[in-house]
């Protein structure tokens, strides 16, 4: 496991595509459905944009990343406000049922044992409470994986890592892709040739040209979201017994049972 994320995170400052920035809000809006009132970590935060967003809602929110450099940028932004800690998304530093909500957004796949941060999160969850996690969709033609991740899940094997554990699982997905459009079937078929051909950019700075000369304009990513930021509509449901052909971003929502 890399111990300085910096390098593979988009943080506070960066430059970033637009659909970047909306792919991200729209997690932390539909996260936040599921948090009012409650009790809520999120591991691997990051730099934090969605933790300041999640507590004007929530009763009490937790950051915590196992990089210390992005940990230092979350601190450095919200000071005491929001509190942020050093951890293993693997074992956990928190007592049992402590927590109404746990968030894994962006992160399950650079866990080198996922089903442990899954029984982690199911431990110190609460009964009736709920598990968010995303990660990118393997199952598009153009998929790109991260070169320190480890293993990305679709919508059935969502379920099949977390229902053993006793959670109910929904999947829902998020940022369609047209590929009848000729500009993304023009796009799909470079960033084809360019992982068939290991020519993808790996580092952040390589990424942030690839981006320039593929999107445009960048703009600058917020150190917090805020209500500006925000987008009124969340991902949608799909199946959760067949992979998902047509989106970006892939969802499981996990709930604890009373029993």
């Avoid at 792919?23 to 990051?46: K, N, P, S």
């Avoid at 929110?61 to 050093?86: E, F, M, T, W």
């Avoid at 070169?147 to 059935?156: C, E, V």
Wanted: contains cysteine.
């Amino acid at each position: 496991m890399i111990t300085d994320y910096t390098e593979v995170t988009e943080v506070a400052g960066d430059t970033v595509s637009r659909e970047q920035v909306q792919r991200m809000c729209t997690r932390y809006y539909f996260a936040r459905q599921y948090c009012a009132g409650r009790d809520v970590l999120e591991l691997g935060c990051g730099s934090g944009q969605g933790l300041g967003y999640l507590q004007k809602t929530a009763g009490r929110v937790i950051g915590g990343d196992y990089s210390a450099p992005l940990l230092r940028l979350s601190q450095k932004h919200y000071n005491s406000r929001v509190p942020v800690v050093q951890l293993d998304a693997q074992v956990l530093p928190f007592k049992d049922e402590s927590f109404d909500v746990a968030i894994l957004f962006e992160t399950i796949y650079y866990l080198k044992d996922a089903k442990s941060s899954v029984g982690e999160c199911m431990r110190i969850l609460r009964p009736g409470g709920t598990l968010l996690i995303c990660n990118p969709n393997k199952d598009l033609p153009d998929f790109n994986p991260s070169p320190h991740s480890y293993r990305y899940f679709s919508a059935p094997e969502f379920v099949q890592l977390l229902g053993p554990f006793g959670f109910e699982v929904e999947c829902f997905a998020d940022c369609k892709v047209e590929y009848s459009h000729p500009k993304q079937r023009l796009f799909s078929f470079i960033k084809r040739s360019f992982v068939r051909l290991h020519l993808m950019p790996k580092t952040m700075a390589e990424k942030k040209v690839f981006k320039r000369i593929v999107f445009g304009k960048l703009v600058t990513l917020p150190s917090e979201l805020t209500e500006e930021n925000s987008t009124s509509q969340g991902p949608c449901v799909i199946e959760s017994s067949k992979p998902d052909m047509c989106h970006k971003v892939i969802f499981a929502v996990a709930k604890k049972t009373d029993r």
